[in-house]
Every structure is written in C-alpha cells, then in structure tokens.
C-alpha cells in the first residue's frame, strides 16, 4: 500500500474530481481520480468500479495485487478507449491504474449498550462524493478525516454505532460515527480515507439516516449541534434490482 500523500487528500477534500476527456484527431481518452472497489469476474479477474465515472476497469497492474472483493482503493485511472486490445469483459476496460492506495472499509456496529454519544474530536472530517454509494451486495458511506497519530500503544480508531434498532415505522434511523483518539498526540496527525456498510435497511424506501460526528473542521452541512456532537442528515433508498 502506498502512503496517501497530502497534495491526494486536498483534492478530495476540496471536492476535486480530475476528470478529462480528449476527443477528436484519434485522441479518446478520460482520466479520473477517485475513490473505487474491486470487484472479480466469474474468473476470478479483479477489476475496479470507479465510483464518480460509473465505470468497471482492469490493469496488469491490478491484477497483480491481491485484492479481494469489496476492498476500497483510491488511484488515478486513465482509459484510452480507442486502443483497448483484448478485455476480460465488455463492461470492463483496459485502463493505466496508478496511485493505488487502499483504505479500510469497515462494518457498522450494532451496540445497544450504548445510550449516549460520547466521541474525542476528529481534527478534520469530510464527505467524498458519491458520499453514498449502493453496491452489488452493500451499501457504503465514504469519509476523509484526519485522526492524530499514536507514538506507541493502540491506535486510534473511527467506528460507525448503530446504539438502537431501525425504527420501522417512522423510517429513520440515528448513527454516531465516533473517534476514540486512545494515547494520542495532538500535535502530529495521519489522514486517510475510510468506508462503512450500513446496516440492512428495506428495499425501494426512503429512509432518512441521521448521523451524529465531532469534528474540528468538516464541510458537511449540519442540521443543529451542541458540545458532544453535530447531526447531519441524508436519504437512503436502495432499488431492488432483481
């Protein structure tokens, strides 16, 4: 895994998508950074949906790694559509993958035994679009934040809280999204990316998911807040695709 250089996590922080196309001349190219998961054919070939282009692509490069499906990466992606020689699919194409870098993407945890929000302050947290992404057999948030770094000991960590049951009935749903900084110090800090599977909500249905954060800086719109935390909202609908 490469180290997620700071000029990277600008640019998604910002809400920056590299995105270019040249067309005419011969030249039918497009060039993407983002956020993106693997996926395998039936033949076990890996390959990578690019979550803001919408497309399935393949490398020497990738295929080398061993990834499994589901893994999250960040790379840059450059696909010359117009010399895509031999594809292990139609859907799939042959693209230069650079940049890799791979990030957790981690289960939401069920856990009513907590009552109350209780969270250290992440430096910095933001949103990476698409925030929600609805995958083959999950659905995922994606975050960059900015935790401090551990010397020694156990390192800190950011977990998604699922404290109650999905309330059915008046369709909404409250998750705490918590940092626990453990021995850390606050003069030296490490920023990455980070995914999480939301819980199994019901198909074809607007849902209304509230997530309550502390954070130091964040470019996400907050509905209200107090000292423990800010609330922000969004609509989860999954399509029941058969």
Known sequence: MKVLNFVSVLCLFCGILSLSSCLGDGGNTLSVYSTGSIYKTETGTPYMYIDRAGLSVTSAELQSEDFEEGDRLLASTT????????????????????????????????????????????????????????????????????????????????KLIQPKAYNAEAQTDTLYLVYDKKNAETSKSTTDYISFKLPQYPLDTDINIVIRYHAGSSNIPTITGDKTSRYFSFTYNRPNIN
Do not use: M, W
Request: aromatic residues 16%.
């Open 79 to 158: 696909i010359d559509f117009d010399n895509q020689g031999t594809q292990v699919a139609n859907y799939i194409y042959n693209a230069s993958i650079s940049g890799t870098h791979q990030f957790d993407c981690d289960d939401y945890i069920s856990d009513n035994s907590v009552t109350s929000f209780v969270s250290d302050t992440l430096p910095i947290l933001y949103t990476i679009e698409p925030f929600v992404c609805y995958r083959r057999d999950d659905t995922i948030l994606t975050f960059a934040y900015t935790k401090y770094d551990v010397e020694s000991g156990e390192e800190g960590s950011l």
